[in-house]
Nanobody, 124 residues
Framework: QVQLVESGGGLVQAGGSLRLSCAAS????????LGWFRQAPGKEREFVAS????????TYADSVKGRFTISRDNAKNTVYLQMNSLKPEDTAVYYC?????????????????WGQGTQVTVSS
Protein backbone atom coordinates (compact mmCIF):
# COMPACT_ATOMS: atom_id res chain seq x y z
CA GLN A 1 0.00 0.00 0.00
CA VAL A 2 1.39 3.36 -1.04
CA GLN A 3 1.48 5.96 1.71
CA LEU A 4 2.72 9.50 2.09
CA VAL A 5 3.01 10.58 5.70
CA GLU A 6 3.63 14.21 6.66
CA SER A 7 5.14 15.34 9.94
CA GLY A 8 6.64 18.44 11.51
CA GLY A 9 3.59 20.65 11.75
CA GLY A 10 2.68 22.56 14.89
CA LEU A 11 2.07 25.93 16.49
CA VAL A 12 4.64 28.67 15.95
CA GLN A 13 4.76 32.43 16.44
CA ALA A 14 4.91 34.78 13.48
CA GLY A 15 8.48 35.07 12.24
CA GLY A 16 9.31 31.55 13.34
CA SER A 17 10.26 28.46 11.36
CA LEU A 18 9.08 24.92 10.84
CA ARG A 19 10.38 22.04 8.76
CA LEU A 20 7.85 19.65 7.30
CA SER A 21 8.77 16.15 6.18
CA CYS A 22 6.88 13.72 3.98
CA ALA A 23 8.01 10.12 4.00
CA ALA A 24 6.79 7.73 1.34
CA SER A 25 6.36 3.99 1.65
CA UNK A 26 5.07 1.20 -0.54
CA UNK A 27 6.62 2.69 -3.67
CA UNK A 28 9.70 4.65 -4.59
CA UNK A 29 9.08 8.20 -5.81
CA UNK A 30 12.67 8.92 -6.83
CA UNK A 31 11.62 9.43 -10.47
CA UNK A 32 8.47 11.45 -9.74
CA UNK A 33 7.60 15.08 -9.32
CA LEU A 34 6.68 15.95 -5.73
CA GLY A 35 4.78 18.87 -4.35
CA TRP A 36 3.44 20.59 -1.26
CA PHE A 37 -0.04 22.10 -1.09
CA ARG A 38 -2.01 23.72 1.70
CA GLN A 39 -5.63 24.29 2.59
CA ALA A 40 -6.90 26.89 5.02
CA PRO A 41 -10.40 26.67 6.54
CA GLY A 42 -13.05 27.67 4.04
CA LYS A 43 -10.56 27.91 1.19
CA GLU A 44 -9.55 25.69 -1.71
CA ARG A 45 -6.38 23.67 -1.61
CA GLU A 46 -3.56 25.70 -3.13
CA PHE A 47 -0.13 25.00 -4.54
CA VAL A 48 2.85 25.88 -2.34
CA ALA A 49 5.95 24.35 -3.92
CA SER A 50 7.14 21.50 -6.12
CA UNK A 51 10.40 19.79 -7.02
CA UNK A 52 11.60 17.75 -9.96
CA UNK A 53 12.75 14.16 -9.59
CA UNK A 54 16.40 15.23 -9.58
CA UNK A 55 15.87 18.11 -7.20
CA UNK A 56 17.38 20.53 -9.69
CA UNK A 57 14.16 22.35 -10.54
CA UNK A 58 11.93 23.90 -7.91
CA THR A 59 8.79 26.01 -8.25
CA TYR A 60 7.11 28.18 -5.63
CA ALA A 61 3.89 30.07 -5.17
CA ASP A 62 4.50 33.81 -5.12
CA SER A 63 3.17 33.98 -1.57
CA VAL A 64 5.99 31.80 -0.20
CA LYS A 65 8.86 32.61 -2.56
CA GLY A 66 11.96 33.59 -0.63
CA ARG A 67 10.61 32.17 2.64
CA PHE A 68 10.01 28.47 1.92
CA THR A 69 12.44 25.92 0.49
CA ILE A 70 11.49 22.53 -0.90
CA SER A 71 14.04 19.72 -1.05
CA ARG A 72 14.13 15.96 -1.39
CA ASP A 73 16.24 12.98 -0.42
CA ASN A 74 15.57 10.19 -2.89
CA ALA A 75 17.60 7.71 -0.87
CA LYS A 76 15.14 8.23 1.99
CA ASN A 77 12.10 8.57 -0.28
CA THR A 78 11.35 11.82 1.54
CA VAL A 79 10.49 15.39 0.58
CA TYR A 80 10.90 18.39 2.88
CA LEU A 81 9.51 21.90 3.19
CA GLN A 82 11.56 24.37 5.19
CA MET A 83 9.34 27.28 6.18
CA ASN A 84 10.93 30.47 7.50
CA SER A 85 9.55 33.89 8.39
CA LEU A 86 6.14 32.36 8.91
CA LYS A 87 3.08 34.59 8.81
CA PRO A 88 -0.43 34.08 10.25
CA GLU A 89 -1.72 33.72 6.68
CA ASP A 90 0.45 30.59 6.31
CA THR A 91 -1.88 28.81 8.75
CA ALA A 92 -3.32 25.77 7.00
CA VAL A 93 -3.19 22.01 6.70
CA TYR A 94 -0.16 21.16 4.57
CA TYR A 95 -0.21 18.18 2.22
CA CYS A 96 2.52 16.49 0.23
CA UNK A 97 1.69 14.86 -3.07
CA UNK A 98 3.30 12.89 -5.89
CA UNK A 99 2.66 13.36 -9.60
CA UNK A 100 3.36 10.29 -11.72
CA UNK A 101 2.17 11.60 -15.06
CA UNK A 102 3.64 15.09 -15.09
CA UNK A 103 7.15 16.43 -14.76
CA UNK A 104 5.93 19.68 -13.25
CA UNK A 105 2.56 20.90 -12.08
CA UNK A 106 0.76 23.32 -9.78
CA UNK A 107 -2.60 21.66 -10.36
CA UNK A 108 -4.03 19.41 -7.65
CA UNK A 109 -5.72 17.06 -10.11
CA UNK A 110 -2.37 16.26 -11.71
CA UNK A 111 -1.15 14.65 -8.51
CA UNK A 112 -1.86 10.97 -7.95
CA UNK A 113 -0.88 10.31 -4.34
CA TRP A 114 -1.59 12.48 -1.31
CA GLY A 115 -0.66 12.45 2.34
CA GLN A 116 -3.16 12.96 5.14
CA GLY A 117 -1.89 16.44 5.96
CA THR A 118 -0.23 18.15 8.90
CA GLN A 119 -1.55 21.24 10.65
CA VAL A 120 0.54 24.40 10.71
CA THR A 121 -0.71 27.24 12.88
CA VAL A 122 1.06 30.60 13.00
CA SER A 123 0.05 32.95 15.80
CA SER A 124 0.38 36.72 15.53
Amino acid sequence: QVQLVESGGGLVQAGGSLRLSCAASGRTFSNDHLGWFRQAPGKEREFVASISWSGKTTTYADSVKGRFTISRDNAKNTVYLQMNSLKPEDTAVYYCAAALRFTTSKVTTNYDYWGQGTQVTVSS
